[in-house]
């Protein structure tokens, strides 16, 4: 009993070391965190990260949105939009040319946002 208890233990421990090491397959591209009222203070509607796999499609968004910080690393540029298909221009939210910092920064707009784009600059 106590050999395969230690078994099971050393297994978990090899499988938790191997996995640390793995090369993540999407990587992190930034953050967002949306707020129903403008301002970037009331009606919090939590925290979202997007992932290369996220950019250059269109994501729609669980809830309608007034007002959001975003991250985003360098080298992408961030736009929010009235329409659910994005087929709309989009308002620019953030942009990160290659070399620059990783700005976060509240945007608020008059009418509700309901999806966004991510794209490579």
Avoid at 4 to 30: E, F, H, M, Q, W
Avoid at 68 to 85: K, Q
């Amino acid at each position: 009993m106590h050999f395969t208890a230690t078994l099971v233990g050393l297994a978990a421990v090899i499988s938790t070391a191997k996995a640390a090491v793995l090369p993540r397959a999407d990587p992190y591209v930034g953050d967002l965190r949306t707020f129903t009222q403008l301002g970037c203070s009331a009606d919090n509607q939590g925290v979202g990260t997007f992932t290369e796999s996220m950019t250059n499609i269109c994501n729609l968004y669980p809830e309608r949105f007034s007002s959001l910080y975003i991250h985003l690393t360098n080298g992408y540029v961030f736009r929010a939009h009235d329409e659910p298909n994005c087929k709309d221009e989009g308002n620019i939210i953030a942009e990160t040319p290659p070399g620059s910092g990783s700005p976060i920064v509240c945007n608020n707009h008059t009418t509700s946002w309901v999806a966004y784009t991510v794209q490579r600059l």
